[in-house]
T-cell receptor
Framework: LAKTTQPISMDSYEGQEVNITCSHN???????ITWYQQFPSQGPRFIIQGYKTKVTNEVASLFIPADRKSSTLSLPRVSLSDTAVYYCLVGDRGGQAGTALIFGKGTTLSVSS | DARVTQTPRHKVTEMGQEVTMRCQPI?????VFWYRQTMMQGLELLAYFRNRAPLDDSGMPKDRFSAEMPDATLATLKIQPSEPRDSAVYFC??????????????FGPGTRLTVL
C-alpha cells in the first residue's frame, strides 16, 4: 500500500477555497486516491475518490496530475462546519484481496469566521 | 438512510474484564472492517472480513483480541482480558468493494472504550 504525506494542519477563513495536497510517490497502477473527512466524535466519512485527472462532486473536487504522485482536495468556499480532519488514502479496487485502507494522521483543517 | 450501527456507544470497564463490541453493517455490504483510534496512533486497521470470512487480522493483538462474524448482520470484537492501553474509540465500517465506490467505507459512530 502506498504511503501518503499531507500537512498536519491548515487554517482558513469562511468563504475561502481550501486546497489540501497529498503526496503518494509510490502509488501503484491499480491504486485509487480516496479522501475521507472526520468530525470530532464521529467516524470518518467518504468525500471523494479518483484515479486520474479531475473528479468533482457536490462536496469537493479532486485534482490528480498525470504522474499521479500527488493529489489535491479542493473545498470551495469553506464554512465553519468544514472544520475537521481530512485523510488522504491510496488503495486498490479491492477485488479478491479486499480493500484495506491505511489511514495516516490526516490534515486538521480549522476554519474561522 | 442505511447506516452502520455499533453498540455500546460507551463502555467503561476495569482491567481484566471482558469487553464485547457489536456492529451491524449496512444490509448488503459484504466487507466489514474494525478500526481503533487513539490520539497517539490515529486510526489503525485491526481486522476485516469479506463475506463473513476473515481476510486479515494482522493488526490485532492475537492474545487478547478476537473478531468474528456470526452472521451477515453482526460483527463482534472481543477483548479478553482488557487492559488500560486498550482504551480507544473502536470503529466498525462496512463496504461493497469492486463496484462504483471501491474504496468507500461507511463508518459507524464508534464505541468509546475506557479501561480503568
Amino acid at each position: 500500500l502506498a504511503k501518503t504525506t499531507q500537512p498536519i494542519s491548515m487554517d482558513s477563513y469562511e468563504g475561502q477555497e481550501v486546497n489540501i495536497t497529498c503526496s503518494h510517490n509510490n502509488i501503484a497502477t491499480n491504486d485509487y486516491i480516496t479522501w475521507y473527512q472526520q468530525f470530532p466524535s464521529q467516524g470518518p466519512r467518504f468525500i471523494i475518490q479518483g484515479y486520474k485527472t479531475k473528479v468533482t462532486n457536490e462536496v469537493a473536487s479532486l485534482f490528480i496530475p498525470a504522474d499521479r504522485k500527488s493529489s489535491t482536495l479542493s473545498l470551495p468556499r469553506v464554512s465553519l462546519s468544514d472544520t475537521a480532519v481530512y485523510y488522504c488514502l491510496v488503495g486498490d479496487r479491492g477485488g479478491q484481496a479486499g480493500t484495506a485502507l491505511i489511514f495516516g494522521k490526516g490534515t486538521t483543517l480549522s476554519v474561522s469566521s | 438512510d442505511a447506516r452502520v450501527t455499533q453498540t455500546p456507544r460507551h463502555k467503561v470497564t476495569e482491567m481484566g474484564q471482558e469487553v464485547t463490541m457489536r456492529c451491524q453493517p449496512i444490509l448488503g455490504h459484504n466487507t466489514v472492517f474494525w478500526y481503533r483510534q487513539t490520539m497517539m496512533q490515529g486510526l489503525e486497521l485491526l481486522a476485516y472480513f469479506r463475506n463473513r470470512a476473515p481476510l486479515d487480522d494482522s493488526g490485532m493483538p492475537k492474545d487478547r483480541f478476537s473478531a468474528e462474524m456470526p452472521d451477515a448482520t453482526l460483527a463482534t470484537l472481543k477483548i479478553q482480558p482488557s487492559e488500560p492501553r486498550d482504551s480507544a474509540v473502536y470503529f466498525c465500517a462496512s463496504g461493497l468493494p469492486g463496484l462504483a465506490g471501491p474504496n468507500e467505507q461507511f463508518f459507524g459512530p464508534g464505541t468509546r472504550l475506557t479501561v480503568l
